[in-house]
């Protein structure tokens, strides 16, 4: 049966269900269904106990009679690790060959994980390095590389009406078409993180509720991490097909502008940011090139998140539901 978290569907009796929660995660696990997948986590570590509840509060969990898909355990390799100084080990169902971080980063260790399953282990779906939102019948493919501000945008469009597919992962169904909901925390990066919460506070005065500490000096500097939207976990299993794909260009220093590319740089771009093409195969070819051939696809170039979003809207206005209108 579902564990509900204390703050999950606004349950009474919360602070029971905060100590089951927390001693579940503290002991062999418990099942947290994100989208089509469900991983039992096990964390040794209070304080990241702390983020995780905070971050994932409102979805559901799972105490038993439940198929995991993977499980993830973060705690302490030994004694001195575990209490003295100490770190943060990732052990997960197929690898454990993660570099520990120190426990106070244990949440960017966790997040790594997750990250591990899908990338790794999914094979059923056609994944994008994009980000991925939907509203509707318009579903949205931003293909991009690190920086470009695709987690922003994303994040950015589902505080506004949007549901969040996904920051990062995009994934696709081949069998039926569809772009398939993985509303994970959001990963903000550096300058990002101070966008995004004025951002939320403009829709909620508590808005650093949906945000878990910062954590300095990761590789990729500064990150944080942010809670998708509750409309974005409640439709987590409502799947939309792609018909648009935004190519986005932060440029702190441009006009906003929209701009046209043709149907074959969208195509290979969407190929570009593909974590398993090469292994779907023909399958992959045929979907992406019928994405391509089906969607409205141009580039945007933005300097803020207010202008990125208006751009997306006006291109999704002028095409998509101007098409709409005419049929």
Aim: with cysteine.
């Amino acid at each position: 049966m579902p564990v509900t978290s204390p703050y999950y569907n606004n349950k009474t009796n919360q602070s029971y269900n905060d100590i089951e929660l927390n001693n579940r995660l503290s002991s062999d696990g418990v099942a947290i269904e994100i989208g089509p997948f469900c991983v039992n986590v096990s964390i040794k570590f209070q304080n990241v106990r702390d983020e995780f509840i905070k971050i994932y509060r409102d979805f559901p969990f799972y105490a038993d009679n439940v198929v995991w898909d993977n499980y993830l355990k973060l705690y302490g390799q030994n004694f001195y690790r575990q209490y003295i100084k100490p770190q943060a080990f990732v052990e997960l169902g197929m690898s454990n060959e993660f570099i520990p971080l120190p426990a106070s980063m244990g949440m960017v260790s966790l997040e790594m994980g997750l990250n591990w399953h899908v990338a790794y282990t999914c094979r059923q779906y056609v994944m994008f390095h994009a980000g991925v939102v939907a509203k509707d019948g318009v579903g949205l493919v931003m293909p991009a590389m690190s920086g470009s501000g695709k987690s922003t945008l994303a994040a950015g469009l589902s505080y506004r009406g949007w549901q969040l597919h996904s920051d990062e992962f995009g994934l696709f169904d081949v069998g039926t078409g569809e772009l398939v909901p993985y509303p994970r925390a959001v990963s903000l990066k550096n300058q990002s993180i101070p966008v995004m919460k004025k951002w939320v506070r403009e829709v909620d005065d508590n808005y650093m509720d949906y945000f878990s500490d910062e954590y300095q000096g990761t590789p990729k500097g500064t990150i944080c991490y942010m809670r998708p939207s509750a409309d974005s976990i409640k439709d987590m299993h409502k799947r939309t097909k792609p018909n648009v794909v935004i190519l986005p260009v932060y440029d702190a220093n441009a006009e906003p502008a929209i701009k046209p590319i043709s149907k074959t740089m969208a195509f290979f771009r969407l190929v570009m940011s593909s974590a398993n093409y090469g292994d779907v195969g023909k399958d992959a070819f045929l979907s992406l090139s019928k994405i391509i051939d089906d969607a409205h696809v141009c580039e945007i170039i933005y300097p803020t998140l207010e202008d990125a979003v208006d751009l997306v809207e006006k291109f999704v206005a002028d095409n998509v539901n101007q098409n709409v209108g005419d049929e």
